[in-house]
């Protein structure tokens, strides 16, 4: 069961006993723990029938003692667990959910960890209440993730726009709504982003970005990939090199597939590698410049600068200095 229908599920006050969220993404965590201590109870109802507790700092009985109590005022009472991984002899909460009170809804928050499948524990938890496992979103996921969220903001993005706001923040959902938040503030009345609010609010430069320097790279453009890390060397929080290579070793792993792909075909290939169909232009163009053989090479190339880059074989040479060579030998490829 997904987040959304659970989270449905409230709103239409439809409650089990227990809720047990787990997992790698923390977004869906906090989203279904944030509804549950805002909008399950009233203002009033919450003041008398909402507790709260940390894993850190909890007793197992203090726990259970606060879920077997009944409510005052209301018909239900919400106790909450966050952070539960980091508490103590947790599956001393056993006892409780064999036999949970109808009257409360119990919600543990178990961040970037899961419960062991083969054991009592999580069987029961699976019999008794609600399980949900959350994972890391794959990156091919985040743009129409992203585009999702700003469509349900009012918001609407250039593709350009879109890849600039996700190459620059990454796989975190948590900080991708909190920027998106943040430009919904800044326009005001405006609906539109365009690629210079995404400089002027997000601070990542519409010009000289990994995606540019992708770009470039794909296109054997060498004056333009110099430039762009030039100024990575004189803006150093930009796009350091452990952001850098990642980015650049994902692209041409993407490009290496287009020629497993058997075709040509914009479309497929874009379904194939896992790509917005917007850029493929930019994967098929570095196929057809670097060929198979350049790919390979330029991959290899990668993982050799990844190691100079933490001190590997190298004796100190600057990121930048790193990065400039790479790119020409990429690009003689």
């Given at each position: 069961m997904s987040v959304e229908k659970i989270i449905g599920?409230?709103?239409?006050k439809n409650f089990k006993p227990f809720y047990w969220f787990e997992g790698d993404e923390e977004y869906y965590i906090d989203k279904a723990v944030s509804f549950a201590e805002q909008?399950?109870?009233?203002?009033?109802?919450?003041?008398?029938?909402?507790?709260?507790?940390?894993?850190?700092?909890?007793?197992?009985?203090d726990v259970i003692n606060a879920c077997r109590r009944y409510t005052m005022f209301a018909e239900r009472q919400v106790v909450i667990l966050?952070?539960?991984?980091?508490?103590?002899d947790i599956e001393k909460?056993?006892?409780?959910?064999?036999?949970?009170?109808?009257?409360?809804?119990?919600?543990?928050?178990?961040?970037?960890?899961k419960l062991d499948a083969r054991?009592?524990?999580s069987k029961l938890v699976k019999e008794k209440g609600v399980l949900v496992t959350t994972k890391k979103m794959y990156d091919n996921q985040l743009p129409e993730w992203t585009l999702e969220l700003m469509k349900s903001k009012g918001l609407t993005i250039s593709q350009k726009g879109l890849a600039l706001l996700v190459d620059h923040i990454g796989n975190d959902l948590v900080r991708i709504e909190n920027e998106v938040d943040k430009l919904t503030i800044n326009l005001g009345k405006r609906t539109s982003v365009t690629e210079d609010d995404i400089e002027n609010y997000i601070g990542v430069s519409k010009e000289f970005n990994v995606f540019e320097l992708q770009s470039a790279m794909a296109s054997k453009n060498l004056p333009a990939a110099i430039r762009i890390i030039q100024y990575f060397e004189a803006n150093p929080k930009a796009a350091p090199i452990q952001l850098v290579l990642p980015s650049l070793y994902g692209f041409f792993s993407k490009v290496f597939m287009i020629f497993g792909a058997g075709t040509r075909d914009e479309k497929t290939i874009a379904t194939t590698i896992g790509?917005?169909?917007?850029?493929?232009?930019?994967?098929?163009?570095?196929?057809?410049?670097?060929?198979?053989?350049?790919?390979?090479?330029?991959?290899?190339?990668?993982?050799?600068?990844?190691?100079?880059?933490?001190?590997?074989g190298d004796a100190g040479t600057e990121d930048a200095s790193l990065l400039k060579e790479m790119a020409v030998k990429m690009m003689s490829a």
């Open positions: 599920d409230w709103k239409k909008h399950i109870l009233s203002e009033s109802e919450a003041s008398f029938n909402l507790s709260i507790f940390y894993g850190k700092d909890a007793a197992w009985a966050k952070e539960a991984q980091q508490m103590k909460l056993e006892p409780y959910f064999e036999n949970p009170l109808s009257s409360t809804i119990f919600i543990v928050a178990y961040k970037d960890k054991k009592k524990f790509v917005n169909p917007f850029f493929v232009k930019d994967y098929i163009k570095a196929a057809n410049l670097y060929s198979y053989s350049g790919i390979e090479r330029n991959l290899l190339l990668l993982n050799q600068y990844n190691l100079k880059s933490i001190g590997i």
